[in-house]
């Protein structure tokens, strides 16, 4: 069973998938998986750089996610170029996992609706949130402004897009124990 989670930045998605793995789920992590391709892959840093310019690279030949990450998210279709080139790969390891990741499996994937990776997922959770404190959330994780901050979450789906897309939603504005309680009763209706 592949549970899919999804959501804007800053709901909670990473929080609401650390639960699972709590309750016994594999974890697939697509940001976790994109940073890793675009450190390791040097193919694809320099179609990076290429596309976007070499000021999107550090002196260690790394791409500079956080000048990238503003680039794009400013930008609908320098966005666009930038998932028409790491997506592919993403996607694959992803499946990869996936396929290896036992009977209990949780995806943390931000793009998950109207992906290939839709198709996987028995059951797709979307986690919502207030945009204030999504804001809030993000400019202290990420170390950004609030027009940054703003941008990023303009850039993405709407809570009711999410809401549309996916069998149940997990409100991750409450308590911790709260939104644990609401992922414990979706799990067990199938476990």
Do not use: W
């Not at 109207?114 to 170390?143: H, Q, Y």
């Amino acid at each position: 069973m592949i549970f899919g989670i999804t959501g804007g930045t800053g709901s909670g998605k990473s929080f609401v998938t650390g639960i699972f793995e709590e309750l016994g789920f594999t974890v697939i992590d697509a940001d976790r998986i994109a940073k890793d391709i675009m450190a390791k892959d040097k193919i694809l840093i320099n179609e990076i750089a290429e596309t976007f310019g070499g000021e999107y690279i550090d002196e260690n030949g790394q791409v500079n996610r956080k000048a990238l990450g503003t680039l794009v998210f400013s930008n609908r279709e320098k966005r666009e170029v930038l998932n028409n080139l790491t997506h592919p790969k993403i996607y694959q390891e992803i499946i990869r996992q996936a396929k290896s990741g036992g009977d209990k499996v949780v995806m943390d994937i931000p793009l998950l609706l109207g992906s290939p990776l839709e198709k996987l997922c028995d059951v797709i959770i979307a986690t919502i949130c207030k945009k204030n404190l999504r804001i809030e959330r993000i400019m202290e994780r990420d170390n950004i402004d609030i027009e940054t901050a703003v941008n990023r979450i303009n850039a993405q789906l709407t809570d009711e897009q999410y809401i549309q897309g996916s069998h149940f939603q997990i409100y991750t504005d409450g308590s911790s124990e709260c939104v644990k309680k609401q992922i414990e009763d979706i799990v067990k209706r199938y476990f």
